[in-house]
């Protein structure tokens, strides 16, 4: 039988609604921090084995048959970059569900679509940015609706990664290293 960890057992039961003796009764829910927190630990470890395991192993070149290009759809075997693949799953999701969004978005942007747009995106770019290791929390308003807004993040986890922003002729930051955050992961979820 297969262990369920603290984080799936707390989010099946707030989906399910769920007590701790497992009869449907009134849901308590998750507390937004832990959720959102537990959506990024999954984001991130796909993101980082799709760049490690992936994109890195083809380099610019692509190794063999698929090559990884920015203008991936352009090429019979394109692949797409990390920050496509990311941005594909947050519209796939989007398309499932209303329960949370995410984005990929940096106060260093390559594409224009990926630089803060609230307030509150900017301070958590700009504060994760200052302050490595540590993620920004708050609630914002956004068309007579409140968020709980998490902004985490996304740090170069392969040269792949580094080499493609200091050499991007778009890219507004031509210095970064290795290990270095280059902008952040920001998750909403409706209160």
Known sequence: MKKITLVTALLLSSILGLTA??????TVGIEPKLYTDSLFAVMKADRTNYTKLII??????GAGVIKPDEKWQDHDNGALLPAQMFRAGAEAVSEMTDDFTYSLQSIWPINSQNKPKTPMEKEGLQYIADNPGENFYGTEELGGKKYFTGVYADVAVAQACVTCHNE????PRTDFKLGEVMGGVVIRVPL
């Open 21 to 26: 003796c497992g009869s449907k009764e009134e």
């Open 168 to 171: 991007h002729k778009d890219s």
């Open 56 to 61: 890195q192993r083809l380099g610019p070149n």
